[in-house]
């Protein structure tokens, strides 16, 4: 039975093998991919939470607490409306930026899944048909004897 791997242990004869999705160069990501990735990472923690609570608690105690003359953004907290909103709008667009560089990267995959499936299923009817072969053989080899 001939080899279909080399001893690099990449596939010959058009097979498809693990270690060439692994080794294969994946796209570098662009800046702002890589601003996404960072951005969605932190703001998806406790540490990134508490500190937005603090800075609410500070920006609300401080123009509500403090004499009216130091209020930098009095009731109804307009500036802080606006801060959130932009925060919001920001961060929803970063996690979309970095879904999207996800699913491209699970499609690669799942296709190169789908592809090492073909050729096991290949490969498995191939055996079954040596075996039905080795067991007509066998068939013929005990009728004869």
């Known amino acids: 039975m001939a080899r279909s791997h080399g001893a690099d242990g990449h596939a010959r004869n058009g097979e498809v093998a693990m270690t ?12 702002g991919e890589r601003i996404a990735e960072v951005s969605t990472q932190f703001s998806g923690t406790m540490t990134f939470f508490v500190i937005n609570a603090a800075l609410f608690a500070v920006w609300i105690a401080a123009n509500t607490l403090l004499p009216t003359t130091l209020h930098f953004d009095p009731f ?4 802080l409306t ?12 970063l996690v979309l930026i970095s879904q999207n560089r996800q699913a491209a990267y699970d499609r690669r995959l799942n296709e190169h899944d789908a592809a090492i499936n073909r050729q096991a299923e290949a490969k498995v009817d191939a055996l079954t048909q040596d075996m039905q072969s080795i067991k007509r053989m066998l068939a013929k080899v005990v009728v004869e004897s």
């Open 20 to 31: 060439d999705f692994v080794t294969q160069e994946e796209q570098e990501p662009t800046l």
């Open 76 to 79: 109804p907290f307009a500036f």
């Open 82 to 93: 606006l801060s959130v909103s932009l925060e919001a709008i920001f961060l929803s667009i």
